[in-house]
């Protein structure tokens, strides 16, 4: 019975000590949108760039600056980094260590494998964000383009509702955001209200 009792307590605070989130949301930023009020000059990539892998719970509050016993070191990190996690605007590792700071802390994991994580949840969908939407038509130019068509071309890849979101003028497409459990299969977003008009701009390039 002791120990019955014993093996019932070490798995309960075992999965207690991990379960400080419900699941993670991955953003994917369109750096041409986000460079539209921005001297992005020399960094503009034609492709979805990770913002960052948020631990996230069902409600709020959501989990942020927690307390880590790991010590971030970018020497530490995947090269892939710079290609598919840049700063777009700023210094690389600046923002690598905020993300790391404000949301990879409330991972449980190492910044290692914090970082390897999101580059192999990124690659996850197989393809960049960019030509799921390319598939189902949506490409970057002039048109506008039904927000309801975005999420339909990224849900018909993954099965599952992303979330879409806008800058703050909700005219240009400036995230995509993939959800996932704990085992990494694709969740449906928590519900959310949209920071996008019905229709919206997808920018092929920003005007400097
Ligand atoms: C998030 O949810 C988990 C349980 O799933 C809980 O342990 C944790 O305290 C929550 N975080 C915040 C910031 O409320
Ligand atoms: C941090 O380390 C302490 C001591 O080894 C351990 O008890 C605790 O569970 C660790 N916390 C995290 C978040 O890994």
């Not at 070191?73 to 993300?99: R, V």
Request: hydrophobic residues 35%.
């Amino acid at each position: 019975m002791n120990s019955l009792l014993f093996l019932f307590l070490s798995f309960f605070f075992l999965h207690s000590s991990l379960a400080n989130f419900d699941f993670y949301m991955l953003s994917h930023t369109w750096p041409p949108s986000f460079c539209l009020k921005k001297n992005c000059k020399g960094r503009l990539l034609g492709k979805f760039t990770i913002h960052g892998l948020w631990p996230q719970n069902n409600s709020s509050p959501q989990p942020a600056g927690c307390t880590s016993n790991y010590t971030f070191k970018a020497e530490d990190l995947p090269a892939k980094l710079k290609t598919d996690w840049p700063a777009i605007i700023g210094d690389d590792t600046d923002l690598w260590k905020y993300e790391w700071n404000e949301h990879g802390t409330c991972s449980m994991l190492t910044p290692n494998e914090y970082f390897k994580h999101s580059l192999a949840l990124y690659g996850k969908p197989g393809k960049n964000i960019k030509d799921i939407l390319a598939k189902a038509k949506i490409k970057a130019g002039e048109e506008l383009v039904k927000r309801t068509d975005i999420e339909a071309a990224i849900k018909n890849h993954i099965k599952k509702e992303p979330q879409i979101v806008c800058d703050p003028t909700k005219e240009y497409l400036l995230e995509i955001r993939i959800c996932y459990d704990k085992s990494d299969n694709y969740k449906d977003c928590a519900s959310y209200t949209t920071s996008c008009n019905e229709e919206v701009r997808y920018p092929y390039r920003i005007k400097l």
